[in-house]
């Protein structure tokens, strides 16, 4: 089965420090995801990559960046953390869909990061 | 976005069958109907997806009625290893990642012993 590693399991960072949150996929796929997870909120996703060296917007961008300089890695850049950057944050992966099923997700374990 | 509207929470005992119903009266033609679990301190997980009718698995099934506008994941015979909350996504086949996928808060099942 598809393994989706998140780096850290916990993180805490303190105001103004840039943080790095570091995903890594094995199965080869060319689609990564970074999501956001707050209680009330359901999953908000912050940036999508297609390709290597590709990223698309998600929803709540602002205060994020993303990089992808290998296909199995990508990373969830703070360049800046704030309070309101608390967070559970979940990578994900999936394949480039030719057929059904279409959009099937392989999650990481995520990473709570609280920024005070 | 095709929206979707699904119950808060629900709470079944042990050994029942669950039916969770999700509304999602906005679906078009290219859109995929599927379901993620997520149980606590992890990601969530693909279980199923359909498209019209039924589709069953070794988790669930999956029942679509004819117009698409609703449809109804069903777990046989839940135990408590089943509570987890489970989210009801309607997405395009035709496109992928941005924009095309929203999981919502999701429905939280409660498994009582």
């Known amino acids: 089965d598809v393994k989706v590693t998140q780096s850290s399991r916990y993180l805490v960072k303190r105001t103004g420090e840039k943080v790095f949150l570091e995903c890594v996929q094995d199965?080869?796929?060319?689609?990564m995801f970074w999501y956001r997870q707050d209680p009330g909120l359901g999953l908000r996703l912050i940036y999508f990559?297609?390709?290597?060296?590709?990223?698309e917007k998600g929803d709540i961008p602002e205060g994020y960046s993303v990089s992808r300089e290998k296909k199995e890695r990508f990373s969830l850049i703070l360049e800046s953390a704030s309070t309101n950057q608390t967070s559970m944050y979940l990578c994900?992966?999936?394949?480039?869909?030719?057929?059904?099923?279409?959009?099937?997700?392989?999650f990481g374990s995520g990473t709570q990061l609280s920024v005070l | 976005l095709a929206k979707t509207t699904q119950p808060i929470s629900m709470d079944s005992y042990e050994g029942q069958e669950v039916n969770i119903t999700c509304s999602h009266n906005?679906?078009?033609?290219?859109?995929?109907i599927t379901w993620y679990q997520q149980f606590p301190s992890q990601g969530p997980r693909f279980i199923i997806q359909?498209?019209?009718t039924k589709v069953t698995n070794e988790v669930a099934s999956l029942f679509i009625p004819a117009d698409r506008k609703s449809s109804t994941l069903s777990l046989p015979r839940v135990s408590l290893s089943d509570t987890a909350v489970y989210y009801c996504?309607?997405?395009?086949?035709?496109?992928?990642?941005?924009?095309?996928?929203?999981f919502g808060t999701g429905t939280r099942l409660t498994v009582i012993p």
């Open positions: 996504l309607v997405g395009d086949k035709r496109k992928t990642g941005a924009n095309n996928l929203f």
């Open positions: 359909g498209y019209k």
């Open positions: 994900a992966s999936k394949r480039k869909a030719l057929g059904p099923p279409y959009e099937k997700l392989f």
């Open positions: 906005n679906i078009a033609t290219n859109d995929y």
């Open positions: 199965m080869d796929h060319e689609n």
């Open positions: 990559s297609y390709d290597v060296k590709m990223k």
